[in-house]
């Protein structure tokens, strides 16, 4: 055929061996169970969107990362690019289908024509969960504490969640008399406490024009730390003159009482007055879970976006979601050492391949071992018995069957633990039973 | 925000909704199961190919229809397109890595800029096993019965099996005398007996410049019926002169054998001279699996292409696969109602909302429900006890928990039967139990 073409990828995507899968799967398994035990329903939705609904939503930065190409029809198009645009169009386009409450959740890649790095990929799963319709802050809890079930059950510890209001930092920008226009440029600056500092967060706000007076203020609001009751006493009597900061407390307040009745510790929890979250489009809550030991970052976060699914419905329905960060968590399990040994349906039983007069056999031997639930698989090839337990080794499978020659004759197998490197004569009622036996 | 945009997707792409989600998880879970238990193991790859990779496999009507666009680095990119590039790519890439013969399967979409109809789509999975490494017809035997295995686990009954080898193809247009240069031709013409009959063929052929002669020895060729031990003895003395139909009719000899030791019975299994399947690639046993009841057509089919991923490495490397034609046997099973009831992990228990005193209760309860393995939800908003039934009807949620009131204080919950409409009150202790009980 045609010369030879060097095989590859380009950077910043990735091809999934099965030692890889088997990884992936297992952590997006124990998500879409804790998920759909909550009531949540998966949603897919195509890779192409047309490029009027991607554009306009992830600012001037955000929109340059799409992969945007035309079709032979001349229309516009883009990849998808998070999954919370295409559950607004669908939140739209389907309004009158979708019973709502719409507790939904997503599990698909993404694609950003970003500079690749650590960390930093051109496709990449996307797992959020998102509730439509519903204004009442029970949604907010839900979000919040399904996702945090759901890392509790992969095995994390020692979370905090943050969560903040936006209606709060609305509040905090009118209080500190930076103006109306400035909430943005606040946002933007105070989100980046953690990377820069005070310092840091100081300049950026007097750089974004925020008075120094103002920005003072801002950083005395921000200042204020305790238990979520306390602060919650704190910032009401602190911001008693904006009703939008009064009105998100209450907010704060309700979402505190109702994570306790859903199990969620207080001492988990953090009301964090810094905590803004960089997207423009969030509404009221906000909030992001953070591992502190390891010391990681954070693997989930998101908030509520009451305006987002208006633009196409014409009409304002209230939203909330959280974001769980898949890629991070499969990366920092493998490095912890935090997956369990033997996970995934690797293959357990090797029957090795003996002449076709023996094949018949061994190819029955497998259906039954199937058949009791053993994922079992016959020798392909025709190579040496040594050759055959060689792939057995390769591929850690941990029990091979020698079913030929006189032993079959008689009515048994050889069965090898190949881990114990033991062997036993089985007759061939019994095979079944010891394989189970050996493999615990 | 911005102006209204109409929400809306491209022609042929399509979102799948929760209850196609269910059905769609159906499907692919017992495929999965089932290649897992023969040994075959997942890959993914990303959606976007270098432009070379993808470039001179499909044939130029294919590649036509491939999704091309170029990044910022003017890269010459493409969407995927099928999973027998990537798989042979990845074979080539990680060779060192891989342990072989390299079970594997793929279940993920691809893409085609092709014209959107009845069933054929812009974007849609595909779900393909293959084994690399392995000459020997025992790997072609194990994605036909692998394949065959999982169609029947999905209820599928009256299977035939088509199969033949290009190499007998070969050894035919050797023998009727068209030059090897017509074998594309002939293939491609006979592959459409089924859709043209026997007539269309004949002018197809003379059209593609085979002489008269040839192509009234062609038609006699694929005229030998039977069953495939008769086909295989007349084949046999009538392609006599041809080394490669004798190699192609030892293979199918051996397959048909191999089949049998698998538990695919003769009687579903047809060796049919027609069958040549369009693509180009394949270089020995081809293979079909037709439902014949309903007339369905296809769900099934691959082959052997043992010169693909050799563009790749340099030398060649034997490989077959089969591919299952996943959203087609998704709609037929539909139209069919092969879906057993109550698939899918809806939500089982709707717990009503009561003021806050009792919603610390509600929220235990959901928690005990789901941790005994009942998905369970507690409704969101704060409506009226009629519209939270209504809900859960909407919903299709069998059962709803009234925890509130006069009831609760006395340690009593209401568990109504949605489906039956009948309600008990249960002591506390005991709902978990009743409710398994209403659940079956």
């Known amino acids: 055929m045609a010369e030879k073409v060097q095989p590859r990828i380009m950077k910043g995507l990735r091809d999934f061996l099965p030692e890889d899968m088997v990884k992936r799967n297992y952590v997006i398994d124990i998500l879409k169970k804790t998920f759909e035990s909550h009531g949540f329903m998966q949603l897919e939705t195509p890779a192409i969107e047309m490029w009027d609904i991607l554009s306009g939503k992830y600012g ?14 001349e ?29 939904r959740y997503q599990i698909q890649p993404v694609w950003r024509a970003d500079k690749p790095g650590k960390g930093r990929f051109r496709e990449f799963y996307q797992c959020d969960m998102d509730i439509i319709g519903c204004a009442d802050t029970m949604a907010d809890a839900e979000v919040i504490a399904t996702a945090w079930e759901g890392l509790k059950k992969l095995g994390f510890r020692n979370f905090v969640i943050k969560f903040n209001s936006r209606k709060i930092l609305k509040g905090m920008v009118e209080l500190s008399g930076a103006g109306a226009d400035k909430e943005t440029d606040v946002c933007t600056a105070i ?6 500092g005070v310092e840091g967060v100081e300049r950026e706000l007097l750089t974004r024009g925020v008075s120094e007076e103002a920005k003072d203020r801002i950083l005395e609001f921000i200042k204020i730390q305790g ?10 009597s602190r911001f008693k003159d904006s009703e939008w900061a009064q009105k998100g407390i209450e907010e704060m307040s309700a979402l ?9 510790p207080e001492s988990n929890l953090m009301f964090d007055l810094s905590l803004a979250r960089g997207l423009n489009y969030y509404t009221g809550p906000i909030f992001e879970t953070v591992v502190e030991k390891p010391k990681i970052g ?19 329905i209230p939203a909330t979601g959280n974001s769980i960060g898949l890629e991070r968590i499969i990366t920092v399990m ?10 995934g349906s690797g293959v357990k039983v090797l029957i090795c391949r003996f002449p076709d007069e023996d094949l018949a056999y061994s190819m029955k031997l497998a259906s039954r071992l199937r058949s009791e639930g053993i994922s079992t698989e016959v020798y392909l090839n025709s190579s040496k018995l040594r050759g055959q337990l060689g792939y057995a080794e390769d591929r850690n499978i941990p029990i091979a069957v020698i079913a030929g020659g006189n032993e079959l004759k008689e009515g048994n197998v050889v069965i090898k633990d190949m881990t114990k490197r033991e062997q036993f004569t089985t007759p061939d009622a019994e095979i079944a039973a010891k394989i189970k036996e050996l493999l615990g």
Do not use: C, W
């Not at 001037?60 to 029809?73: A, M, N, T, V």
């Not at 690019?81 to 389907?94: C, K, W």
């Not at 238990?227 to 009401?236: D, F, G, K, S, Y």
């Open 298 to 316: 954070s693997i989930s976060g998101g908030g509520r976006y009451d305006n987002m699914i208006g633009q196409y419905v014409g009409t304002p």
């Open 191 to 196: 989100d980046k406490l953690d990377k820069i």
């Open 334 to 343: 493998e490095e912890l050492g935090m997956y369990p040994e033997n996970i």
């Open 256 to 264: 505190r009482r109702l994570l306790d009745f859903m199990g969620v």
């Open 227 to 236: 238990t979520p009751q306390e602060v919650i006493l704190q910032a009401h």
């Open 60 to 73: 001037e930065e955000g929109e340059q990362l799409i992969y945007r190409f035309k079709d032979r029809g």
């Open 75 to 103: 229309r516009d198009l883009g990849l998808r690019y998070d999954l919370t645009v295409p559950l607004s169009r669908v939140s739209a386009m389907y309004q009158h289908k979708i019973v709502k409450p719409f507790k």
